[in-house]
Nanobody, 125 residues
């Protein structure tokens, strides 16, 4: 059974940094795109960042320059480093993976086949 388990969320102040981790299990995602999305109540899931199998990265416009996505193939993990956090970054952050081998990053949530349960990030002003 495929699982994506996020960790690292929490409550921080504006300007602080936070690191999220996502551990994948049940299959090898080393040749697949991994991504991060976020969602707030009443809104659609928003693309945050994605990384392909060749370590190419794509970022959403609202986080570009502040967030960094990375992956560690030996551990089947993906990370998100969140810097210079703003109150508008408050959301549940989800890890996602696609099932297509050698695919490219998509900003559309429909592209991804596997999802974690999410981790809450709250940024106070």
């Amino acid at each position: 059974q495929v699982r994506l388990d996020e960790s690292g969320g929490g409550l921080v102040q504006a300007g602080d940094s936070l690191s999220l981790s996502c551990a994948a299990s049940g299959r090898d995602f080393n040749h697949n795109v991994l991504g991060w999305f976020r969602q707030t109540p009443g809104k659609e899931r928003e693309f945050v960042a994605g990384i392909n199998s060749r370590f190419g990265t794509t970022y959403g416009s609202s986080v570009r320059g502040r967030f960094t996505i990375s992956r560690e193939k030996s551990k089947n993990m993906v990370y998100l480093s969140l810097n210079t956090l703003k109150p508008e970054d408050t959301a549940v952050y989800f890890c996602a993976a696609d099932s297509t081998v050698w695919g490219e990053v998509s900003t559309q949530s429909e592209y991804y086949d596997f999802w974690g349960q999410g981790t809450q990030v709250t940024v106070s002003s």
